[in-house]
């Protein structure tokens, strides 16, 4: 039976009823759907990531006040953390340390370095066991917006336990400084040994140079040694030299140009015990090429063209390349670490103006890396010794009202987070500007009158200064001066106005260790001043002197004194904070030798200063004559006492002090002083090697000069044996003769040496001996044992030279005995026999002639008859006295 068909309002309700279940079958599937999609989204919710803490303290054990190193760090960098710095760190972690009283003690919190790391320092102070241990709080990452808002975790290190003793571990000990002669390189973890070293950058200009001086504070260097005494390393001529010959006149205006201020010969940068310089014509200041020399050895290391070289076509000749300073940059960051030395090269600037080009050069095979341009301006540069980039150059300039600081490294690196440091390929000068601030135009609300200029560059202070002239050195009355923070640009005192006496001659000297110092030529008073406040410390100080020290003068601070040197050849030292003179020192008289009629000390910044002395070239540039008797001066620093002194005309640049050597360069010659210890060899010989015991032997040998300069071929020509050794107070002159071709010193003392015999007993006996001017020594000596001995000659060393020591040996056999004597029969008389001699026995081993054998025999032989009849008369006179 058929089902009856259903009315439209039937059907209709049917269709909805179905399309409702199909809706809702959709939206299911819809939701299912949009669920599994979104458990597959790349985009990540906020999650938990578990972190795990590591703790480490060593060594274990240790003893009593001696550090551990803590070391807190997870075991992977945060999500964000990235390599360059930027992200998020870990923060706030913790160390808690129990003590073996119980007490506690905490470390941090601290936050963690770009891989998850910290670490920390702590002396425990009691004996028994501490127990450590780390913890992380935990944090929502906050970097970028792929992480943020994801969890990291807290966690807990394990505990550490660490055992404290009372007996302290064994540390490192750099070996000793070396008493004998030493070399580049310095072995890394030689780190006592690092005092012996030190370079000299030549990060200032003197006048009419390009290089050549330490650093924006004058020529003190703090960190190396110098010479006690002038022995000569080696020479080297950088031009013609000394007399033209006839016929041309030998006078004092004949030798080839040396002095002038237009023409330049010799400016030192010295790195790593290697020596660099411009080599120049005779005629203009334009390098022809540069020279790597070995500071120990005077050898030439490398020579090259400069990369830009001499356009005629410019007038200025500012379009060539001159060496400018050096530099060893230490660079600290996540993924590396060290030291690395660059040369710098100049290209315009200088003395002609304007902008110029640095060029940067491999300092050891003198190849090119790279250029910095648009360079505002080649100041006098400081360098920065603070952690982690030490070695960073800081230059200081005004320009557009500003005073901006530059930092080489900042420069290098094109900013100061990165990971690596690169020599760039070019980069713009202006990179390394690492902050620009307002200089005052007005004290108040009233105009200065005038630019505020750098006047003294020190690590501490930047001291700006405004002095006007009526006429060239005419003082209008007053100075505006101020003092800025050195690293940080923050006016720290001024501007101020001070009175100075008007119409004079008042500059500044010196500013150094937290004062400068002021000097007024016309009266020759001196005047110190607080580069902390601008306070004034002590003054006008009346110094001593005559009437050539008005001409010109210069300063230099160093070991709590100011000194002050003129060219009436005076040095003055006066206490830096009291301004007391403690020593005055001067040559005298220099009779007819020089046309002041006395030794002028030259300024303009070629002194030097270190280990305690004071290094001052006699002379002048500009104009001849070139007087004779002119020295280079070392002075006492403390004493003013001189130290040593050698014929030098040196006023041409400073003299450069590194590894324990002085190099300067000698107008009377056109040659390259070097000065410091020398290089020794110690001969021995024993005249007869195997003696009897109980007779004497002859010792004797050498003391020999080693140092390079000894091998040129002049001095081998003039001494085929060698240079002799010479005691140190004859040094100077003997040197003179050596190398100034100066008259032989009539009266020179050799050197100790130390003879050391050791017999076969093992018993040791000392001989003393000295050797003559020729570097010879002799000394007799008697052994009294019989065997072989060992002999050890030893030169000790002086200020002059090195140690040097040698050895040999000998032997002594049995004394020879005294050889058998045949009786001779008591001779019989009677009227009729006359007396007999047995003729002697000879043995067919015994020497025959006149030591022995048988005319020894016969002579015993006679002798016995001899005394025999003696005895007999002897007995005939008594019978007949009784």
């Not at 009419?208 to 650093?215: I, M, P, S, V």
């Not at 007005?442 to 006047?455: D, E, Y």
């Not at 004859?730 to 003769?737: L, T, V």
């Not at 004597?821 to 009227?831: E, K, L, N, R």
């Amino acid at each position: 039976m058929s089902k009856p068909e259903k009315t439209f309002g039937e059907r209709r309700k049917m269709k909805l009823q179905r399309n409702k279940k199909t809706t809702a079958i959709t939206l299911t599937l819809m939701l299912a759907i949009a669920m599994t999609l979104a458990a597959f989204s790349p985009t990540v919710q906020a999650i938990e990531i578990p972190t795990f803490l590591i703790l480490s303290v060593e060594p274990d054990p240790v003893g009593v006040n001696q550090a551990v190193f803590v070391n807190a760090f997870l075991s992977k960098p945060t999500p964000t953390s990235s390599m360059g710095g930027v992200g998020d760190h870990y923060v706030g972690i913790r160390i808690e340390i129990t003590q073996p009283d119980g007490t506690k003690k905490a470390l941090g919190p601290y936050t963690a370095d770009a891989v998850g790391g910290t670490w920390a320092t702590f002396v425990p102070t009691q004996t028994g066991n501490y127990t450590f241990q780390a913890s992380y709080p935990g944090q929502t990452l906050t970097y970028g917006t792929t992480y943020n808002g994801t969890i990291l975790k807290p966690s807990v290190s394990a505990t550490v336990t660490l055992v404290v003793q009372q007996d302290s571990i064994p540390t490192y000990s750099s070996p000793p400084l070396p008493n004998e002669y030493w070399s580049r390189p310095i072995y890394a973890t030689n780190y006592e040994w690092a005092k012996l070293g030190g370079s000299w950058f030549g990060l200032a200009t003197p006048a009419f140079a390009t290089t050549g001086q330490y650093d924006a504070t004058g020529n003190f260097n703090p960190y190396s040694p110098a010479p006690n005494t002038g022995h000569i390393l080696w020479t080297k001529p950088t031009s013609f030299g000394g007399q033209v010959g006839a016929p041309f006149r030998s006078d004092q205006e004949s030798q080839y140009t040396s002095t002038s201020i237009l023409v330049n010969h010799w400016e030192p940068i010295v790195i790593n015990g290697i020596l660099y310089y411009n080599e120049y014509s005779s005629v203009d200041s334009v390098p022809k090429s540069w020279l790597a020399v070995d500071l120990r050895t005077g050898e030439t290391l490398w020579e090259r063209t400069p990369g830009i070289t001499y356009n005629q076509s410019d007038t200025r000749s500012t379009t060539y390349e001159r060496l400018r300073m050096g530099d060893i940059v230490k660079f600290h960051s996540m993924q590396e670490y060290g030291s690395f030395p660059l040369l710098y090269s100049i290209v315009g600037g200088g003395m002609f103006g304007g902008a110029a080009t640095y060029r940067l050069y491999d300092p050891v095979s003198g190849s090119y890396l790279g250029t910095i341009g648009n360079v505002t301006t080649d100041s006098a540069y400081l360098m920065n010794f603070a952690e982690p980039n030490e070695g960073t150059l800081l230059g200081y300039h005004t320009s557009g009202g500003n005073l901006t600081m530059w930092n080489s490294t900042r420069c290098l690196a094109g900013g100061l987070s990165t990971l690596t440091l690169r020599p760039p390929a070019a980069r713009n000068f202006t990179v390394g500007n690492q902050w620009s601030v307002p200089v005052p135009t007005t004290i108040g609300t009233t105009p200065i009158g005038g630019a505020l200029s750098i006047a003294a560059r020190t690590p501490e202070v930047i001291l700006m200064r405004y002095s006007p002239n009526y006429v060239s050195q005419s003082s209008r009355g007053f100075a505006v001066e101020m003092g800025v923070n050195a690293l940080t640009g923050q006016i720290m005192w001024g501007p101020t106005n001070r009175t100075i006496p008007e119409y004079q001659d008042v500059a500044l000297l010196t500013a150094r260790d937290g004062v400068f110092v002021t000097h007024n030529k016309d009266t020759n008073e001196a005047y110190g001043f607080s580069l902390t406040d601008g306070s004034q410390l002590w003054g006008p100080v009346k110094l001593v002197g005559n009437a050539w020290s008005t001409i010109s003068r210069a300063g230099q601070i160093a070991y709590g004194m100011v000194y002050i040197f003129d060219f009436g050849g005076f040095v003055n030292a006066l206490d830096l904070q009291t301004g007391e003179i403690k020593w005055t020192y001067t040559r005298g008289s220099a009779g007819y030798e020089t046309p002041y009629g006395v030794y002028p000390i030259w300024q303009f910044g070629t002194h030097s200063v270190a280990d305690g002395k004071l290094f001052f070239s006699e002379g002048h540039m500009y104009d001849p004559p070139l007087f004779a008797g002119s020295q280079r001066l070392a002075i006492d620093a403390y004493t003013g006492e001189l130290v040593w002194s050698i014929l030098s005309f040196s006023g041409r640049a400073p003299g450069a002090i590194a590894d324990g050597m002085l190099v300067q360069w000698n107008s009377y010659d056109a040659q390259i002083y070097t000065f410091g210890k020398g290089q020794t060899s110690t001969s021995v010989t024993i005249q007869n090697d195997v003696v009897p015991r109980g007779n004497a032997i002859l010792i004797k040998g050498t003391v020999m000069d080693e140092s390079p300069g000894t091998k040129n071929p002049d001095r081998v020509a003039r001494f085929p044996d060698g240079v002799p050794a010479v005691a140190d107070a004859d040094m100077s002159p003997w040197m003179e003769y050596v190398y100034m071709q100066q008259p032989k010193p009539a009266n020179v003392t050799g050197v100790p040496v130390k003879i050391t015999i050791t017999d076969p007993n093992g018993d040791n006996y000392d001989v003393a001996a000295t050797t003559d001017k020729d570097g010879k020594y002799a000394a007799m000596w008697t052994p009294q044992v019989e065997g072989i001995y060992a002999v050890t000659v030893s030169f000790e060393g002086s200020e002059s030279y090195w140690p040097s020591q040698t050895a040999t040996s000998f032997g002594t056999v049995a004394a020879p005995s005294p050889l058998p004597v045949t009786p001779t029969p008591t001779p019989t008389t009677s009227a009729t026999t006359p007396p007999t001699t047995a003729p002697p026995t000879v043995s067919p081993s015994q020497p025959v002639g006149p030591g022995g054998g048988e005319n020894t025999v016969i002579y015993v032989g006679i002798a016995a008859v001899v005394i025999i009849a003696v005895i007999a008369a002897a007995a005939i006179a008594l019978r007949r006295r009784k």
